[in-house]
């Protein structure tokens, strides 16, 4: 009898575990499926982040350059004026002293004085500005050395300057011409 009930309960859990299996089969069969589903979701959010990341770094960059364009858009005709603001500097000063007094010369004198001081504040108001060079130390990035100079100031140091240089807001415009000192 014992026996008996041993087969029974043995057939019991057959059955059960018969029925069972169609149920459990497809119940891991759904796990894995939601699984894949939200691996493939996981993958597709982050491809969206990195094609947003990678369309603000194109408009960015795109903004950034055409900032630059607009800011630098004159650099070319600034440099062309350079040369014109030069001659005017050196014409100014090869006028003597005693002809800057003169009647007849005056006013031709107090006109050039007048444009000159105009294209300086036309450079300002576009960021262009002359930059300072004496006493300071040769720097290849600004400067460009000529010759050297024998002189009592520390070897390098910028003694004697041929031609301005210029600067358009952060950016070398034109270097300057310098003279620097040499070991006495």
Known sequence: MIEDEKINLTSELRAETATDAPEVAEQDYAKERVA??????ADAKSQVLYAHAEAQNVRRRAEKEAADARAYAATAFARDLLSVADNLARGLDAIPAE????????????????????????????????????????DPNFHQAMFE??????VGTVVQEMQSGYMIKDRLLRPALVGVAKAG
């Open 36 to 41: 894949k589903l939200e691996a493939d979701l």
């Open 99 to 138: 002809l800057r007094e003169d009647e007849k010369f005056k006013g031709l004198v107090a006109g050039l004085d007048a444009t000159g001081r105009e294209l300086e504040a036309v450079f300002q108001r576009h960021g262009i500005k002359k930059m300072t060079t004496i006493g300071e130390k040769l």
């Open 149 to 154: 100079v024998p002189s009592d100031q520390p």
